[in-house]
C-alpha cells in the first residue's frame, strides 16, 4: 500500500546517528517538575526554540493561568493532517537518595540513558523532533501537515488542558490524533493503546488533635494516625475490591473484541515480576485474567502516607494529624465526580465524616473503539514497519487527561502508536527512571515511516 | 514533725532569684537528642561540670557503649541516702515548623520559658542543683547524702540505663529513690506518681515492590501501603482496644486502694482539652471511668507512618514501601517480651507475616505500692509544704525504663514528686515545649523543703 523510501531515510539516519540522543539529554537537562512548579517556564522556551529551529510556525498556548502548552505547525504535501501531542513536564523525582545518578543530568550507564522524564516522555518529543528535522532535510517538505501539542501540566493531572483545548479548538483540528508513547515490545511487536483510565486523586487529612501529644496520653486522647488508618481500611479489601458502595455501578464487562484484542497479547508477566522484583501478581492472577484485571479493573491506590516520627530511632508521640493521598483509576463510564461523592458518603456512613477531603484532580477514562478507520490505518502501519502483528491495548492504566477534552472539544479519534523509546524496565515516576539507547534509534525510524505513510493515498 | 527554717531558705532564695532560671537556659542551650546522637557527649561535660562545681564528686558511668550517665555525690549530715534521678537528654524537635521560636535557643514569651526539653526534664536539673547550691551556702553542708544519677539515653527508652544499674550498683544504694519529675496542680495539690507504665516499641516495615511503580498497575501489582494500613486496622478497634490475643491475658483489675486515689484527683478533663484542642476524650469518657482508663489501660499507639510522595501536590505512584511505628504502653506484669510475640503470631495468622517487625524498646511497667513508708514519708513533707492533700497517681503514663532496673538491681523504694516544674500545657514531646516560670521558683522551694526535712528525725 505504501512507497516509502526506507532505504533512502535509513541512510540519513545513520549519518545523523546521535542527534536524538543529543536532543533527548539537553531536554533531560532541563528540570520542569508541574508538582513543584520548577523549571516550567524554562522548559517551554526550550521546547519552543527547538520547534521554531525545526521549521514550526510556534505559539505558546496559555489559558486560566496555565502553564503554556507549546503549539507547533507545520504544514505538508497532502491533505491529511496529524496532531500530535505530548507533554514537557516530568513527575517530582523523589526520594532522590533512591537515584544511581542525578535525576536531572542525564547518564548513560550500559546502554540506557538514565534521567527522570527520560521515558516519560522526553524521548518522544526527541524522536518524533528528530524524524521530521530528517524528512524535512531529505524532501524539503513533511508528507502530511503536523500539528503539535506539547503542554507543561500532565504530571498534575492536566488541570487546563481542558481550558486551553477550549479557547484554541481551532488550531486542534485534525484527522486523527497520536498521543504519547506507546513503544515495541521485546518481541519487535509494535504497540497501540486505544484509551486511557480516568482519575480521581483525593488527600484525606484526618485531625485528632490541636498539637502533638505524648503517647502517655493514648488511652485516653483521639488518634489521627488511628482513626486514618480504620477508615482507609474501609475503602478497600485485602485483595484490592473497592468497598465504597456503588462504586462498580457504572462499570461494564469488556466486549468480545477486547478481550480477543488482550488474548493476543504477549505474556510480559516475567518482565514486570523483574522489573519491580515481586513474586506474585495480586490474587495469584496470571494470564488472560491478569490482563483483563490490568485493563479494566478501576483501583484505589495509596500514593502517600504520612503521621508522626518518621525520623530514625524511637519518639513516642502521639501525632495530632495524619494525611493519606490516594489515587483512583476509573474505567469508562465511571464519573470522578460521583466517586467523590460516594466516597464521601461512604466516609460519613463510617463515622469518618470529620476527615477531610481534598480533591486534585478529576477525569474520565477514554477509549476510541478498536473498530475506527484511523485505529486500523495507524495499526497497518505499524505492523508493516514492524513485519509483525501489532499488539492493542483497549484501555491503558494510566490517566491521559486530555482525551476527555479532545473528545469534548474536537472530537477526534486517537491512540499511542509506538514512537517512545520507554521499555518495560523504564521505571516512569520511579527513581532511576532510564530508556535503552537501542530502543531510541528504532523510534526515530519508525516515526519517520510513520509520518511518510500517512502521507500516502 | 518538722522544724525547718523555710523563712531562712526563702530569703535566700529572693536574695538569689533568677539562679534556676539562668541554669535552666544554659541546659536547654546545649542540644542533647539522643534519638539523633546530637549533643550528647558535650551535654554529658556540662552537666557534670555545673555538679562539681556546686560541691559534687562525680563521675561519668558507661557500659556497653552507653552514652555517659553523670554521677554525683554529696555526703550529708543525718544517715538518710536519697537517690535522685534525671536524663539529660532530650526528644527529636521535629516537626521544626510548628515552633515559634527555635527549639535549642530558649525564649520567654509571656512568662513561659520555650525549649526543647525545658519541661521534659532539664527544669527539675536545674530546681535541685539550685536547691543543693542553697542548702550548701546556707548551712555549710547538706541534711542528707544525695547520690544522683543524670542518664543520657531515657527519651530513646534507657537502652543502657540497666548495664549501667548492675555495673555500679553500689553507687546507688539508698533509703529510697525520687526520679524525674511530678509538679504541682493549677489547685497547689503536690502530685505524687508511684510507678510507671511498661514500653514495647516497634517499627513493621511492608515491602510490595522492589522499586515504586506507576499507580497505572495498581490493579495487578502488590501494595505495601495498603498491606499496612490492613495489617494495622487488624491490630485495634476504633474505640482502642487492641485485638491482638492475649493481650490483657495478665492485665488486673485496680485496688481499692487505687480507686480511691484517682476518685481522689482533681478534675483536670478542662486543662487537658485546651492544652491540646480537642472535643472529646475516647469513647465520650470523664470522671472516673477516664481516670482509670487513662491510669490503667494498656495502649497501641501508631507514633509514625510513612509510605510513598508526601510533599505537596500530586504523584500517582504505587509505593514500593511502608513504615509505622508503633508503641505499646503496658501495665503491671504485662511482659514487652511475650506482647511482641503475640504481635508476630497475630501478624501470621492475620496473613501479614511478610511484615518485618524491628523492636527497639522493651520495659516492664513498675510501681511501688501506696502503702510504702518512703511514699508515706514524702507525701507527709509535700503536704505539709503545699497545704493541701497530695494527689496520687499509682500509675503514670509515660514510661521510666529505669524503674524496671532499679527495682531488679537495687530494690529500692521510688516515686516522683513535684520537683519539676511542668504543668499541664508544657508540650513535652511536641513543639513549643515550655514551662512556667513562676513554676520554677517554687519547684526550688519544694526541693529546699523536702532535702531539709528528709534529714529531720
Known amino acids: 500500500m505504501m512507497s516509502v523510501d526506507m532505504q533512502r531515510i535509513q541512510t540519513y539516519l545513520s549519518e545523523h546517528a546521535g542527534e536524538a540522543q543529543e536532543l533527548l539529554e539537553r531536554l ?134 481542558d481550558a486551553i483545548a477550549e479557547k484554541y479548538t481551532h488550531l486542534l483540528q485534525a484527522d486523527g490524533a497520536l498521543w504519547e508513547g506507546a513503544n515495541f515490545g521485546d ?46 481500611a474501609t475503602l478497600r479489601s485485602p485483595s484490592g475490591k473497592v468497598l465504597i458502595p456503588g462504586f462498580y455501578d457504572a462499570v461494564k464487562e469488556p466486549t468480545e473484541q477486547q478481550i480477543a484484542a488482550l488474548a493476543a497479547q504477549d505474556d510480559t508477566e516475567e518482565q514486570y515480576k523483574q522489573a519491580y522484583h515481586f513474586e506474585e501478581f495480586v490474587d495469584g492472577l496470571s494470564g488472560l485474567e491478569l490482563r483483563k484485571r490490568q485493563a479494566f479493573a478501576p483501583t484505589c491506590n495509596i500514593a502517600g502516607l504520612l503521621s508522626g516520627y518518621t525520623g530514625e530511632g524511637t519518639k513516642t508521640v502521639l501525632p495530632a ?35 477531610r477531603i481534598t480533591a486534585f484532580d478529576y477525569c474520565r477514562a477514554d477509549m476510541t473503539p478498536i473498530e475506527d478507520p484511523f485505529v486500523q490505518r495507524i495499526q497497518a502501519i505499524a505492523e508493516a514497519f514492524a513485519g509483525k502483528p501489532a499488539e492493542i491495548t483497549p484501555l491503558g ?56 505513510s500517512l502521507g500516502e493515498a
Open 187 to 232: 518481541n519487535g511487536r509494535p504497540e497501540l493503546m486505544l484509551g486511557a483510565k480516568g482519575l480521581l486523586y483525593v488527600q484525606l487529612d484526618a485531625d485528632g488533635l490541636g498539637v502533638d501529644a505524648h503517647s502517655g496520653s493514648a488511652p485516653i486522647l483521639p488518634s489521627a494516625a488511628w482513626k486514618l488508618v480504620q477508615a482507609l
Open 28 to 161: 533531560c537537562r532541563q528540570p520542569s517538575i508541574s508538582a513543584q512548579n520548577i523549571g516550567i517556564a524554562e522548559m517551554a522556551n526550550l521546547v519552543e526554540t527547538l520547534l521554531q529551529e525545526s521549521g514550526f510556525s510556534t505559539q505558546k498556548l496559555v489559558a486560566q493561568g496555565s502553564a503554556p502548552a507549546v503549539f507547533g505547525e507545520i504544514r505538508g504535501r497532502s491533505s491529511f493532517t496529524l496532531l500530535l501531542y505530548n507533554h514537557y513536564d516530568v513527575q517530582p523525582p523523589e526520594p532522590l537518595e533512591l537515584w544511581e545518578s542525578p535525576p536531572f543530568e542525564p547518564t548513560v550507564r550500559d546502554g540506557k540513558l538514565y534521567a527522570r522524564g527520560v521515558a516519560d516522555n522526553k524521548a518522544e518529543i526527541a524522536t518524533r523532533l528528530t524524524a521530521i528535522r530528517a524528512l524535512l532535510a531529505l524532501y524539503g517538505e513533511l508528507p502530511i501537515t503536523i500539528r503539535w501539542l506539547i503542554e507543561g501540566e500532565e504530571e498534575i493531572g492536566s488541570v487546563n488542558f
Open 321 to 355: 494529624r495524619a494525611m493519606a493521598k490516594l489515587d483512583f483509576r476509573l474505567v469508562p463510564d465511571q464519573d470522578p465526580e460521583d466517586i467523590l461523592a460516594k466516597l464521601k458518603a461512604h466516609l460519613v456512613t463510617q463515622g469518618y465524616g470529620d476527615i
Open 397 to 452: 492504566g494510566g490517566t491521559l487527561p486530555l482525551l476527555e477534552s479532545l473528545r469534548k472539544r474536537v472530537g477526534l479519534p486517537g491512540l499511542s502508536a509506538p514512537g517512545n523509546a520507554a521499555y518495560w524496565g523504564s521505571a516512569a515516576h520511579s527513581p532511576n527512571e532510564n530508556i535503552r539507547l537501542a530502543d531510541l534509534e528504532r523510534a526515530v525510524q519508525f516515526n519517520c515511516y510513520l509520518f511518510a
